[in-house]
């Protein structure tokens, strides 16, 4: 009995879990949560991302939904160009990373709030060069897609098919952020993070590893971008505002900055939590959203700055 | 028309400077970016817009009302820029670098969305403070607006230099800019000083808000974001901290724009791209600002 109660079971009996929720809802005529759980597995891959940089490296990015819309617009461009779909998400994620190394190797040397500035000009800078560019990007008027089916032996739902690829990829990514947590890599980003200057003194390359975690990040965004705009089969500017880069970042911040399990919970409690109180009181609620995320990010920084399900790492060096 | 251009890149240029003003005072005592600032500045144009319905009764139409719209509003703005301080900044200010940012970012949201729902989420028409007159100058149409905004805003510079460098709270705000410990052991009571320094920046800020209304003729919740973030690429590119290096920052931010809509083709589809670029330029080229002096890296 003890044994079945052991804490290492968890992650899987949460993924078996969430594996069965669309049948589950399926029995219990409630389909559209299946989306809504699509949406919150995207938002847990941008907030695993996130994590990289945030979390494990204490790099601010403010304007992190770029590499997302990077992702989108080269998968909806690649496909439009006759690229089959599961070549073009590679291909997204390949031009978010080199994109994100580019921007990373300009703009790392600068430091906290000066960073968080930057990736916030640059965030707006790459949703109004999609919203310019008319001729790659057809502006506002955005672009559509041809459908892609990838699980149709499962489900008929569309909905069903990308969630199930959502989870799958949501799965890979605890499993990649654990790895490397745990890794060499990990400790020196959380070296990095507790104290830069003794890190570098201790003999590790901290450019080398800040820009490895900056990029890895970008990936996550990629592919999360990619599943988007296969499942949407349309992508607009719209979705890329600046707002969508602050809940990533209030994800991070209210799971607790460098836990993948606080990420998880994040997101399932900030995207989670607005539909299903639109659904329970009210179509305003919609509105009341945002002001919910701001009052989420300065109480939780106020009263628990390591937040919801902090790494223990974090915790001892927030109380310290 | 370069004329032309030069008036209006005047005229953006002193609401850029008021704002980057209050990003500069702010960052120069606690080194941090005040991200709530555009909102201070928001407030400040829909605290101006409730009294301009109000004011005539009291204080009548003409200058008169227009200066108590205007001082009020300021006051409000700085009112509300000390209470974020109060309640959002001041508990953190000791935890870390980042907390009081993300803190900022939240309360930023919360007063943005705040006006969305409680105020309005469509664009209010900002009435017209006097009668406009276009007066023609070496062939560029001016209007009296233009003249009244640049004015009120050299003015206000023209008060925060005096206030800065010959009053004895001045010199303390210097002080705690220097170094705040050691203001602290001199008698200066810091608190005190951050939140006057506080109320002075959110009291530029809203002045610049209404002045923003007046120039473009209608507000709306979300207008603070583009000019704050302008505003802040002002104070970087003058050198943040610096109190000169953010008016000429603001200047040079909107002769920049101006020109560009004027003379690069669909220039104007790309005006705030040329903001942002400008920051990341200037960042990695020379992240002290034109007029900063370089900050040696704390141990």
Known sequence: MKKLLDWRWTPWVALALAAAFPFISAAIDAQYLVRVGGVIGLFMILGLGLNFTLGYAGLFDLGFIAFYAIGAYTTAIAMRAGVPAPAALILAVLVSLTIRALLGLTILRLRGDYLAVVTMGFGEIARLTINNLDALTNGPKGLQLAPWRPLSFISSDPNVQYYLLILAAVAAGVAASSRLEDSRVGRAWIAIREDEIAARLSGIPVRHYKLLAFTISAAFAGLAGGLFAQWEQFVTPESFVFWESILVVSIVVLGGMGSIAGVLVGALVLVGFPPIMQWKLSADWINYRYLFFGLILVLVTLFRPQGILPSSRREAELTS | MLIQQLVNGLTLGAIYSLIALGYTLVYGILTMINFAHSEVLMLGAFMALGLAALLPAVFGTGLVGLAGMFVLSMAGAGLINVIIERFAYRPLRHISRLAPLISAIGVSIILQNGVFIWISTQSLRFPEPVAIDQVNVLGATISSLQIIILAAALLLMGILH????????????????????????????????????????????????????????????????????????????GGIGNIRGAVLGGFILGFLEVLASGYIPNGAQWRDVIAFTVLIIVLLVRPSGLLGEKIAEKV
């Open chain 2, 162 to 237: 005096f206030f800065v460098e010959h009053t004895k709270l001045g010199k303390a705000m210097r002080a705690c800019s220097d170094d705040i410990q050691t203001a602290g052991l001199m008698g200066i009571n810091p608190d005190y000083i951050i939140a006057l320094t506080f109320f002075v920046g959110g009291a530029l800020g809203g002045a610049a808000g209404v002045l923003y209304g007046m120039n473009y003729g209608s507000i709306k919740y979300n207008l603070g974001f583009l000019p704050g973030a302008k505003a802040f690429t002002a104070a970087v590119l």
